[in-house]
């Protein structure tokens, strides 16, 4: 499908000229004026390129492109103005965050070679958020499969946070919500350098012993060890590692992103743990609004409207050669000999399919097993749009 780009200017002879000139070469669309520009970029956005002329009534170049920013940052944004001064290109520069300032009258050949310069910047830009919300979060889902196998019941835990707050950050309307499911996805990372005894002894809520408390207290920072090694990962590895702390709020918006998704993780976490240990759902979320008065009214919203059960439908055996990925297991699956194998709540895949069947062949566990189907499919990533 090929690329969109808006041309804004208050003349429509200009508007007019270039329609003419570039005619075939790409898909144009136009605009006269700011608001008409802001209002199509609203219904048929996003735009590969906007290029808005400077000087227009009642909303400036700058003003454009700074709004166009903020609804669609992966525009390329270019100013196009007959006022070729220092002031007017640094305000645009600093402001709209643009990519080329052009003087007019722009030639056909300028522009064509502009907009392919354009083109090809976002390209770039949306092939990299592509890899990175698409390849990677792929990689990270083998990952963490790999991982339920090693310890399921830590690993069943984070896949139910990662449902709940792919619910929550839905609800919330939140951007870039495949990085709040990766972090509740890889939460329980640092889990692995634990016995699966000692995860065991956690869910049901048993006491540990001191040294093992001060183990499971340190798998958060474990985690973040591991992950901040991986480019991009950062601000996940920084979410985990304070999933179990109550975060200030700050100015800046990039820390503003993380703390607010540390804080998700942590709210999210306690609430399933409430649920797995049998407090209903409405007050298990009711509890949480009032010990964490200051936190986000708009999560807590979300989070009364949130049914774990809501995914499931009636609870069924099924034998293992019949099993399908999305099924929920609702009943944990232990050998024969006690070893855990899958977690209660824990989502068949592949792996998990495999690995029923291996043990199934050495006749080390039954032939069925009680599972759910969910009445929707959840994505691991959305992505943003």
Same mark, same amino acid.
């Given at each position: 499908?090929?690329?969109?780009?808006?041309?804004?200017?208050?003349?429509?002879n200009?508007?007019?000229?270039?329609r003419?000139?570039?005619?075939?070469?790409?898909?144009?669309e136009?605009?006269?004026?700011?608001?008409?520009?802001?209002?199509?970029?609203a219904?048929?956005?996003?735009?590969?390129?906007?290029?808005?002329?400077m000087r227009?009534p009642?909303?400036?170049?700058i003003?454009?492109?700074?709004?166009?920013? &903020?609804?669609?940052?992966?525009?390329? $944004?270019v100013?196009?103005?007959g006022?070729?001064?220092?002031?007017?290109?640094?305000?645009?520069?600093?402001?709209?965050?643009?990519?080329?300032?052009?003087?007019?009258?722009?030639?056909?050949?300028?522009?064509?070679?502009?907009?392919?310069a354009? #083109?090809?910047?976002?390209?770039?830009?949306?092939?990299?958020?592509?890899?990175?919300? !698409?390849? =990677?979060?792929?990689? #990270?889902?083998?990952l963490?499969?790999?991982?339920?196998?090693?310890?399921?019941?830590?690993?069943?835990?984070?896949?139910?946070? $990662?449902?709940?707050?792919?619910?929550?950050?839905?609800?919330?309307? #939140?951007?870039?919500?495949w990085?709040?499911?990766?972090?509740?996805?890889?939460?329980?990372?640092?889990?692995?350098?634990?016995?699966?005894?000692?995860?065991d002894?956690?869910?049901?809520?048993e006491?540990?012993?001191?040294?093992?408390? &001060?183990?499971?207290?340190?798998h958060?920072?474990? &985690?973040?060890?591991?992950?901040?090694?991986?480019? $991009?990962?950062?601000?996940?590895?920084?979410?985990?590692?304070? !999933?179990?702390?109550?975060?200030e709020?700050?100015?800046d918006?990039?820390?503003?992103?993380?703390? =607010?998704?540390?804080?998700?993780?942590?709210?999210i976490?306690?609430?399933?743990?409430?649920?797995?240990?049998?407090?209903?759902?409405n007050?298990?979320?009711?509890?949480?609004? $009032?010990?964490?008065?200051?936190?986000?009214?708009?999560?807590?919203?979300? #989070?009364?409207?949130?049914?774990?059960?809501?995914?499931?439908?009636?609870?069924?055996?099924?034998?293992?050669?019949?099993?399908?990925?999305?099924?929920?297991i609702?009943?944990?699956?232990?050998?024969?000999?006690?070893?855990?194998? %899958?977690?209660?709540?824990?989502e068949?895949?592949?792996?998990?399919?495999?690995?029923?069947?291996?043990f !199934?062949?050495?006749?080390?566990?039954?032939?069925? %097993?009680? %599972?759910?189907?969910?009445?929707?499919?959840?994505?691991?990533?959305?992505?943003?749009?």
């Amino acid at each position: 499908m090929a690329e969109k780009i808006l041309l804004v200017d208050d003349d429509s002879n200009v508007l007019d000229g270039y329609r003419r000139s570039l005619r075939g070469e790409f898909l144009l669309e136009t605009a006269l004026g700011g608001q008409q520009a802001l209002s199509l970029a609203a219904a048929n956005g996003p735009y590969a390129v906007v290029i808005s002329d400077m000087r227009m009534p009642g909303m400036d170049g700058i003003q454009v492109l700074s709004r166009i920013k &903020a609804l669609s940052p992966d525009t390329i $944004r270019v100013m196009l103005t007959g006022n070729a001064d220092t002031e007017t290109a640094v305000n645009a520069i600093n402001e709209g965050s643009i990519f080329r300032f052009l003087n007019k009258p722009c030639s056909k050949e300028v522009m064509a070679k502009t907009i392919t310069a354009a #083109l090809m910047q976002y390209r770039l830009v949306t092939a990299e958020k592509q890899l990175l919300e !698409q390849t =990677l979060s792929s990689t #990270l889902q083998v990952l963490t499969e790999v991982l339920s196998l090693v310890n399921p019941a830590a690993f069943s835990r984070a896949e139910r946070a $990662r449902r709940y707050i792919h619910h929550v950050v839905t609800e919330m309307k #939140l951007g870039n919500p495949w990085q709040y499911e990766v972090a509740a996805m890889l939460s329980q990372l640092g889990c692995v350098t634990l016995a699966p005894e000692t995860i065991d002894a956690v869910y049901r809520g048993e006491p540990l012993p001191p040294n093992e408390e &001060a183990q499971y207290e340190a798998h958060p920072s474990v &985690a973040y060890a591991l992950l901040s090694k991986i480019p $991009r990962l950062e601000p996940i590895a920084w979410m985990i590692e304070h !999933q179990n702390q109550p975060v200030e709020k700050g100015a800046d918006s990039e820390m503003g992103d993380m703390r =607010l998704g540390a804080g998700i993780l942590r709210l999210i976490l306690a609430y399933e743990k409430s649920i797995h240990q049998g407090v209903a759902r409405n007050e298990a979320a009711h509890m949480l609004a $009032r010990q964490n008065r200051n936190f986000s009214p708009e999560f807590f919203q979300a #989070l009364v409207t949130l049914d774990p059960n809501a995914e499931e439908s009636e609870h069924r055996k099924c034998r293992i050669e019949d099993l399908s990925t999305g099924m929920i297991i609702h009943q944990e699956v232990r050998s024969y000999q006690g070893t855990l194998l %899958v977690s209660k709540g824990q989502e068949v895949t592949s792996a998990v399919i495999f690995k029923l069947k291996n043990f !199934q062949a050495r006749r080390a566990i039954g032939s069925e %097993v009680t %599972v759910s189907v969910p009445t929707t499919s959840l994505a691991f990533v959305k992505g943003a749009s």
